[in-house]
């Protein structure tokens, strides 16, 4: 029984990683008393008498009590247009309640004289205010937020989503389109949210009252990890290489999520601009047997980064 113990305190010390500078001093205890034991072994088990019940229990909700939660920043950058300057993305961010969400509103529209910009704009502001105006401490739920905000929206027009949102552990989100995230972990992809296109450059979309399309997904975090959440007008222009050298830089240089998402976004621009270099839109519409298109894909940007940070003592 003694031994399930301490190899309960090591497990808690990787799993909730610790640092040195903890300064719980129980939990320092715990760990080094499993430790003595782990390489004296069981000889020495009585000199080093374990926490009791109630340290274990102090211990143990002490750590529960590391909650996470997000910090947030984010960028947009239109596209160049005279007649529509807003462009056609949108995006909202509630710290407060962990949720985060994009929207690109569907260029289609623009041929019937629809600016779906303004859907797109209506649909993240329902959200928002579904968001903050939730009569309950329990974890907001996505499809909920997507589904009320999107029978809310009055707006002509038609918009992809993702709305994303921390509950414990995990995040969830409610997607529809080609709009998407990234979890990032220790430099890498993680975990990337599949796109829902009806064939090249042809997303699925909202529009009215129909969620019918919405996926949901649920994705475990950690502390550490950064999500980035964006529309096509990054994920078509930067490959994962990049995005990952810059979250990595961001930091190494203790760079907050927005100049991080402004400098994704950045890049994207410039990306979006170009006419020779390779781009994931370039390279797809290769695979689809489009053979013209070469270089980035103008289009608007908007970039949400999320870092997942522990909630304790704040
Ligand atoms: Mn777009």
Request: net charge positive; charged share 20%.
């Amino acid at each position: 029984m003694a031994l399930v113990l301490v190899s309960s305190a090591v497990v808690q010390e990787k799993s909730f990683s610790l640092s040195s500078s903890e300064t719980l001093d129980n939990i320092n205890v715990g760990i080094a008393v499993g430790r003595k034991r782990k390489f004296e072994g069981l000889a020495t088990l009585d000199l080093f008498p374990l926490p009791n019940r109630t340290t274990q229990k102090f211990l143990n909700a002490k750590l529960q009590a590391r909650k996470l939660k997000l910090e947030c920043g984010s960028c947009y950058i239109p596209k160049e247009d005279e007649e529509y300057p807003r462009g056609q993305d949108a995006h909202f961010v509630c710290s407060a309640d962990n949720v985060i969400g994009v929207a690109d509103g569907l260029g289609g529209f623009k041929k019937r004289g629809i600016d779906a910009g303004v859907y797109a704009r209506n649909l993240m502001s329902h959200a928002s205010s579904m968001t903050t105006a939730r009569a309950t401490t329990l974890p907001a739920c996505p499809l909920r937020i997507l589904k009320k905000a999107a029978s809310a929206t009055r707006a002509q027009g038609g918009s992809t989503a993702c709305i994303i949102a921390l509950q414990g552990r995990k995040i969830v989100a409610a997607n529809v389109g080609d709009s998407g995230f990234l979890v990032v972990r220790n430099g890498k992809v993680a975990y990337r949210s599949p796109v829902q296109v009806r064939g090249f450059n042809s997303p699925l979309y909202l529009h009215t009252d129909s969620c019918k399309w919405a996926q949901v997904l649920e994705v475990p975090v950690e502390e550490g990890d950064s999500i980035v959440a964006a529309t096509d007008g990054l994920f078509d222009n930067l490959f994962e290489d990049t995005i990952l050298n810059i979250i990595s830089k961001g930091r190494k240089y203790e760079f907050n999520p927005r100049t991080v998402a402004q400098l994704l976004a950045r890049v994207a621009h410039q990306m979006s601009l170009q006419k020779k270099h390779d781009t994931p839109f370039s390279k797809a519409s290769r695979e689809a047997g489009r053979l013209g298109h070469q270089g980035g894909k103008r289009d608007d940007i908007t970039v949400v980064v999320a870092n997942v940070i522990s909630s304790a003592g704040s």
